[in-house]
């Protein structure tokens, strides 16, 4: 039997380089597809928000307004919340488009009443997990920002949109990351 080559593993790094060039999204335990449940009869969207994806600024390896969630207007959104980065606290809220990329987001900034972890400029510790409901209520181009002092203003935000036409939630990319 032989055994693999070199060139396996540059062909393997190459297909990655390229891969993540195209917009493909790291590797996670739960891809794209698994980060929304929707339940269209109730109105309601549970989102699944992965903070630090291999301990970088970002949600669910996206940031820099790289990710777009869009939720119908009216509907209830549920945000489990877990923080994956090994080195620091993350924490997310729904702001104001015009502050996403604010070095000290104000608590009050928040959009939707609890629409943010609790205490967003502490931010949540490693391998917790934190949930926060809201009703989006307002039509709009919001932005989903880490509250911990400066990690917006690194890139640690992406786009949230309250859609008076969208008839269910999606999660859409922009870009490569």
Avoid at 40 to 52: C, R, T, Y
Avoid at 102 to 129: H, K, W
Avoid at 147 to 157: E, I, L, Q, R, T
Wanted: net charge positive; glycine share 12%.
């Amino acid at each position: 039997m032989r055994r693999a080559g070199p060139l396996i593993g540059i062909s393997a790094m190459v297909l990655t380089g390229l891969l993540a060039a195209c917009g493909t999204p790291p590797v996670s335990s739960a891809g794209p597809s698994h980060w929304l449940q929707v339940d269209a009869g109730q109105k309601a969207v549970a989102v699944k928000l992965f903070a630090g994806e291999h301990n970088g600024m970002n949600f669910n390896g996206y940031g820099s307004g790289r990710m777009t969630v869009t939720v119908p207007a009216g509907w209830r959104v549920a945000v489990r919340f877990i923080n994956r980065d090994e080195a620091q606290a993350h924490s997310a809220m729904i702001v104001p488009f015009k502050e996403h990329t604010a070095m000290n987001i104000p608590v009050t900034a928040v959009t939707f009443p609890r629409a943010s972890t609790p205490d967003p400029t502490e931010g949540t510790q490693y391998g917790l997990s934190q949930t926060f409901r809201f009703t989006a209520t307002k039509i709009g181009h919001y932005a989903l920002a880490c509250g911990v002092p400066g990690h917006a203003a690194m890139g640690m935000w992406d786009n949230f949109v309250v859609s008076g036409t969208a008839t269910t939630p999606s999660v859409t990319f922009h870009g490569s990351h």
